[in-house]
């Protein structure tokens, strides 16, 4: 009775590295079969990733096929034994589970039948000795980039932005390099944050060089952070910033993790900025790059945070406690106020202003002008007309999907390259140099998916917001037309989203007025109807209309302007 067997082939489908393709392995297979007088039960075949057996569906589906005794075969027949399993564990796992079912492997082209005692034993060893000196030559792949590294050269990957890669060499990028000196001069000599230098950037006509496949040239906070921490503006050279680290519970499946420490060392290269200013930048991204974890007064938010403005450098005022205890030290009551973080002005003097202004006082003057406002009958249609207008996000769209269609290409090219890294043979006497190389373009491709992993979130998280900016007319109006019944309901959490939905922002006077005045200025975020047209704020240093003396007492304030 003749032998059953089924075949199995596998490879690369960009690019066939020992010449071999599907066709060609099935060809060599079926040869073999008719002159071992064996009958070809079923075909498998995968053309997909081969670093692990997920990655291979025609091949699991073989292994439940032989597990449910389908065709009742004696033999899997492949062409080597790479195709069969990229490292020892799986293939002896594989082998172990066919032979359960009285199954043998056979691989053509190396000469080797499981069924024989020195064929298992000749897999055992063919597959453990891949599998060490694949580990081995990446091993000696990262030793060669920490050592370069360490002696201050480039280590490999895309050169930072700021620099050019030639020969190997970072040299500064004239017009990139001006953005980042840009960046930290901002970010050190002034109050601005991340997201305000980059705010600046952008809104000062900067545009960021598309890079490595990128598609946006506006600044982002992430990019500026981006900057700030990388030590190679300095002049140094960081070695495993990220690192590629193994699944836990997974097999053969690994992901970049972002390092908390690593290594850094005198680069070759030419500093853009000092290190002097680099340790500045570092010593403000610690003391603003957290936030605290809140443990009292959790119902409360401070509802004017962000778009109350300091009367003396501009900056954004914030939310602040003063905690009051009893004297056995446990927990009173809280008095909740706006100030000024005395952060450092444009000139680089740090702001003096040092009023704490009790939030209550100055959220029930905000409150109260809203009332004003809504109570104007012409304000019904005005709103109706102006919140709904609809904000267009298609640029933005178009944006995003064509960086996730860079995202699946590189993705293709990485598990691609792992195909090709996989069919190697190992008794190629360029193997090392061949896996070498590969390995570098692997790096290389690894980096370039993180990259555009980043540019695709901040494009999301941009649609994001505009998309939370867009309000509904008629719910808003709705909330507005009855806002002095609802406001007292709201929470402090609603009262803050509603408020920054509609004010962008408040300008106050340095001490309370004469007349009891506190408010100078309101921008809202869409024209509104005040004294008979529309407008998108209201300055009480220039309004002198009845209507405003009308609205100013309602606020409790009878001032004149």
């Not at 007088?37 to 997909?48: L, N, R």
């Not at 649609?463 to 507005?480: H, T």
Request: aromatic share 10%; with cysteine; glycine share 6%.
């Amino acid at each position: 009775m003749k032998k059953r067997c089924y075949i199995y082939t596998r490879v690369s489908t960009e690019m066939q590295v020992d010449g071999y393709s599907l066709d060609a392995q099935k060809e060599k297979l079926t040869k073999y079969a008719e002159y071992q007088e064996m009958v070809i039960m079923g075909e498998y075949s995968d053309a997909g990733s081969g670093k692990n057996l997920s990655g291979r569906p025609d091949f699991l589906r073989m292994l439940t096929d032989i597990e449910q005794g389908k065709d009742k075969v004696d033999f899997v027949l492949v062409f080597k034994l790479s195709r069969f399993g990229r490292n020892a564990a799986d293939v002896l796992s594989s082998l172990q589970l066919m032979q359960d079912y009285g199954v043998n492997l056979v691989c053509t082209e190396d000469g080797i039948d499981s069924s024989k005692d020195s064929g298992k034993l000749m897999i055992s060893v063919l597959s453990a000795v891949a599998e060490i000196e694949r580990e081995n030559i990446l091993v000696q792949t990262m030793a060669g980039r920490r050592e370069k590294a360490r002696v201050g050269e480039w280590n490999g990957g895309f050169a930072p932005y700021g620099y050019d890669l030639i020969d190997g060499k970072l040299t500064i990028a004239e017009e990139e390099a001006k953005v980042i000196e840009i960046i930290y001069k901002q970010f050190t000599t002034t109050n601005m944050g991340i997201n305000a230098v980059a705010s600046y950037l952008n809104n000062n006509g900067y545009k960021k060089k598309k890079r490595q496949n990128g598609t946006l040239d506006a600044f982002s906070a992430s990019f500026v952070k981006s900057i700030l921490d990388n030590p190679v503006y300095m002049g140094k050279i960081a070695y495993g910033r990220r690192k590629n680290e193994k699944i836990q519970g997974e097999r053969n499946r690994f992901h970049i993790v972002k390092q908390s420490e690593y290594p850094v060392y005198d680069g070759v290269h030419k500093a853009i900025v000092s290190e002097e200013i680099w340790n500045t930048a570092q010593a403000k991204r610690k003391q603003t790059g957290f936030k605290y974890e809140k443990k009292y007064s959790l119902d409360h938010a401070n509802i004017l945070s962000g778009i109350l403005k300091c009367p003396s450098c501009g900056a954004a005022m914030y939310g602040n406690v003063n905690r009051k205890k009893k004297e056995d030290g446990t927990y009173y009551r809280d008095y909740f106020y706006y100030a000024c973080k005395h952060r450092m002005r444009i000139n680089g003097h740090q702001c003096d202003y040092k009023k704490q202004w009790g939030q209550a006082k100055i959220d029930d003057a905000v409150a109260e002008v809203i009332m004003g406002l809504v109570k104007n009958p012409k304000f019904e249609q005005a709103i109706r007309d102006k919140i709904n207008s609809k904000i267009d996000t298609q640029e933005l769209e178009l944006e995003l999907e064509s960086l996730r269609k860079s995202h699946r290409q590189a993705e293709m090219a990485k598990s691609k390259l792992e195909q090709q890294i996989d069919t190697l043979d190992i008794t190629d006497s360029l193997y090392d140099r061949k896996y070498e190389d590969m390995q570098n373009r692997l790096y290389q491709l690894y980096e370039r998916i993180d990259s555009i992993e980043i540019e695709i979130e901040e494009i999301k998280t941009r649609i994001q917001n505009i998309n939370l900016d867009k309000l509904n007319a008629d719910s808003i109006y709705n909330i507005l037309r009855v806002f002095d019944q609802l406001y007292d309901k709201f929470t402090d959490f609603e009262r803050q989203e509603f408020i920054k939905s509609f004010v962008e922002k408040i300008e106050i006077y340095p001490e309370t007025q004469e007349d009891g005045r506190i408010l100078k200025n309101i921008k809202f975020r869409f024209p509104v109807f005040f004294n008979g047209s529309e407008v998108n704020e209201i300055s009480w240093d220039s309004e002198s209309t009845v209507e405003c003396v009308i609205l100013m007492q309602r606020c409790g304030i009878e001032g004149k302007s």
